[in-house]
């Protein structure tokens, strides 16, 4: 009898123990930073380190051709000595949502991509990151692929983080046959000529816009941002804020306001609710004729799997009314705190030779991937292989507006809001300055 | 009940009764062969017609779904993890059952009480902590991670079945067996769960279809392919691929199909124990 | 047998650890962190009491119509479902033509996965190409037809019909007990001159008072651990007018890294279970014998 009654005590002690260490390491997160994946495998193998990388660059990813070359060639150059072993994570939600709980338990794998995601912040503020400055410093080569731009992603009050593999020069891209269909022969110059076309296809029995409102409505926040950065002075000032707290500006408010006219008349029944993937297929299937989107989209024009034979030759691209492109290095890969050192080691290895021009280089070549590196050279094969891409490049270069995206410059979390409001504005339920306020509410909660 | 004839009135309930059975079966059924029948139509096919017939019985959405998400190793992971986590849940409860079920001792409606309680704790509300707990444990991305929160998943169920299953084990046949001289865990193993066969079938069953549908801790614990689990070859579909709807209702298929099957094997088990379970709860 | 009593704890054992990882200590957790200011961003973790819960009641303008989705949703499935599931029941443990295909067909929709139901419905409800919406359009209604799940007036309704009308385990539950009912109890009604309904009310029903307030039980828990299929369909949209405590829980975590706030979310949770519990055990007199 009391034995049991013993042995119930000792484990609800024991609970009120694991409970406390639970808490307790909960907050110091960082501290025990390598019970995660990398350091576990590296022990089994040998001398050989095994960088366990996750990733969501796989399967039907755009950029799985590039980073399985990658892997591939780091593994034969670093043969007998570092070895990364990819593990997949399809998807780049699933994968921004497992790093995110990997950093609260602080225990991430040797190397993230921060991608659109915002991690890197997230992973600073849990002091995980190791701080790259003191190697790109003794590397010139891999200095010189730091620019302002690129700093701006990838640096915090002046100390070097993460190396960016590709930068994002967006336009969007319309379907030739179509304009010719509504009896448009060029992309439009300015806002009241783009709306203007939208009405002339419209009247051609043609669906204008591919458009979308889940995961951050990626395409449809390409559009409007692009309103508000060729509105003035003051437009382009908010595009380039990070983290803004204040939407109710009247230029954003005229943006959002546009956007909804875009939603009621401009776009598919499966617009709202839809994702990306939605928006994209509708501009493959020639459903629609424009889909703002960056040069990543290129590769996927001449695939047959997804768009019929030719499809290539009917697109063209454009830079947004007004003479504007998006332009912001992706945040890019970055190193986290290891117990072992030569993991870490290791794990700079490989930041260094994922990012390298050699690498960007590979990247356009395959995919037509826009290098992040001002030292990365555009190649004449690339751009035969591209041939909009040459387009895109020359046009984009004569744009002097330029700013990040809308909803990369959100605070985190914002996003969702964001998305999860949208179709509430598409349906007329909440006015273009609910919405702003809604996002000013969320943005000044998170400060 | 045909023997005696009926009353206009009663006629018309049972005629109503008809009715109701066949929108409850059409019901439950519609969504599944929809799916099903989706699955072998072409993208183009269902774009145009929702609800049309597939022109053609064509299983290249199965060959996609198969190419693009690697179904049969999650096949494959979804049948060790849940068998291991459906043998522990079963094991360990059945000797807590027994426990409670036969032997007197201080607290012991109490430790039934609380152990009982985690039927009512929504496990979305420990999603974090029992994150941490399986990272300080070591087992992060391992199959053992989801062994261990599948074979707890379905606990008060198993734990219900397996005492009410004991409590019907007549007392007489224990005492004979350690008259015969047998010891405590002999007449457990060799007496007592041979008895109890049909409770631990239908345990298992339950216990293996909780395990087997689960999703949420399956994203949460685990990242690579070594460890992740059916149920989530389906989130390939909902982003990555999600206009290729051909790929997405055959992927479906595979996942539903395991689950009938299993059931339509072991219905009478799931109901009847299912029942000597709830009835104590 | 006194030499037994060793056996005891060996054997509760097991059970007892898989319920201290997996329940006890994540609920201890749940309590003690929701008492903290627990962030990611910036990395904060001290104790602040109940401010937490105070921001939930009283500065949190989405709370309460969240607290509201949940509580409906629980009061739709303790009534219209498990009616609906008895309903059929009944019918069934006639023991009419069939019973046995529509008791097994009427079970599938709940032995699959969540998510699997989820992705069909998904589609079902897809505005292009969805079932819903071509029945509509075949049967000349297309003006009814509706983006279902993203539209802020059928949200709600939609996302509900998920998991409203799949009532199997209750079905399955009350007819087993309606089963094992003594044949000769139905008999000796039926020669005092009881008519089929009067039996169906005034006899078997009582009967299976327990049963069915267990299937009220079940169906309460159900909708507390609802999250895969709202977070796959809608995501808890448009705005939050198909979130739940659960999917709040979540995002509170996912996308504000608010732990604290998150677990505070989580202790709510537990408490609406702990309170429908006791109240549909008080409601069904479940801790009454059978009279």
Known sequence: ?447 | MLNKASTPAEKIVKVLGYIFMAVCLIVALFPIVWVIMSSFKSNKEIMANGLALPTSFAFTGYQEALKIAPILKFFGNSVIITCCSTCINVLSLAMAGYIFAKKRFRGREVLYAILSISLMIPMTSVLHPVYLIINKLGLYDTKAALVLVYSALSMPMSLMILRSTFEGIPTSLEEAAYVDGAGFVRTFFQIMLPCAKGGLASAAVLAFLDGWNEFTFALLLTSSDKARTLPLALSYFSSQFSFNYTAMFAAITIAVIPSIVLFAIFQEQVVSSMTAGSVKG | MKHNKIWIPIFLAPACILFLLVFALPLVLVFVTSLFEYKLMPNTFSFTGLSNYVKLFTQDPNFLPILKNTLVWILIHCTLHVVLGTALAFVLYKKPFGWKVVRTGYMIPNIISQSAIAMIFLNLYNASFGAVNSVLKSIGLEHLCHNWLFDNNTAFPAVTMIWLLFAGYTTTLVLAQLLSVDESIIEAARVDGASSLQIDFMIMFPLVRKMIGTTVIMAAAYMLQLFSMIYITTGGGPGVSTTNLPLYLYTTMKNRYDYGYANAIGVVIIAIGAVCMVAIRKLFRMNEEDY
Request: charged share 15%; with cysteine; hydrophobic share 40%.
């Open chain 1, 1 to 447: 009898m009391k034995k049991i009654l013993a042995a119930f005590l000792s484990a609800t002690m024991l609970l009120g123990l694991l409970a406390g260490c639970g808490g307790g390491s909960a907050s110091s997160g960082a501290a025990s930073s390598s019970s995660g994946s990398g350091a576990a495998a590296s022990s089994g193998s040998g001398k050989e380190i095994v960088i366990n990388y996750p990733t969501f660059q796989v399967g039907v990813n755009t950029s799985a051709p590039v980073i399985s070359a990658l892997v591939e060639g780091f593994n034969e150059k670093y043969a007998g000595q570092y070895k990364i072993v990819v593990e997949e994570v399809p998807g780049d939600a699933n994968y921004a949502e497992k790093i995110q709980v990997m950093i609260s338990t602080g225990s991430l794998p040797p190397v993230v991509y921060g991608g659109g995601y915002k991690l890197l912040d997230l992973a600073l503020a849990q002091d995980l990151v190791v701080d790259l400055t003191p190697y790109v410093e003794a590397d010139p080569e891999w200095k010189a692929q730091y620019n302002d731009a690129s700093m701006a992603a990838n640096a915090r009050d002046g100390k070097i983080y993460a190396s960016s593999m590709e930068g994002s020069l967006v336009g969007y891209f319309y379907n030739k046959d179509l304009f010719a269909q509504a009896g448009i022969d060029a992309a439009p110059k300015t806002w009241d000529e783009f709306f203007a076309d939208c009405d002339k296809l419209i009247a051609a029995g043609i669906t204008p816009m591919a458009m979308d409102t889940a995961d951050g409505a990626w395409c449809s926040q390409l559009m409007m941002g692009a309103m508000i950065a060729t509105s003035g002075d003051e437009g382009l000032a908010f595009m380039n804020t990070k983290y803004p707290t204040d939407y109710n500006q009247d230029v954003v408010v005229k943006a959002v306001e546009k956007l909804q006219w875009l939603y009621q008349n401009c776009t598919t029944l499966d617009a709202v609710g839809g994702a990306y993937e939605n928006a994209a297929n509708n501009f493959y299937t020639e459903n629609v004729a424009i889909i703002a989107n960056g040069p990543w989209m290129i590769g996927d024009f001449s695939d047959t799997t997804l768009v019929e034979e030719g499809f290539n030759e009917k697109v063209g691209v454009a830079a947004y009314p007004g003479g504007f492109v998006y332009d912001e290095p992706i945040e890019g890969m970055f190193v986290t705190k290891q117990s072992d050192p030569a993991l870490e080691e290791a794990a700079i290895a490989m930041v260094r030779y994922f990012t390298s021009d050699e690498a960007q280089e590979m990247a356009l070549n395959m995919q037509g991937m826009v290098p992040a590196s001002p030292t990365a050279e555009i190649s004449d094969e690339a751009l035969s292989t591209f041939p909009l891409l040459g387009d895109f490049l020359s046009q984009a270069a004569e744009c002097e507006l330029r700013s990040p995206t809308f909803t990369s410059n959100m605070v985190p979390g914002l996003e969702s809001e964001w998305s999860n409001n949208l179709p509430n504005l598409a349906t007329g339920n909440i006015s273009a300055a609910d919405l702003c306020q809604i996002l000013s509410n969320f943005a000044a909660s998170a400060q």
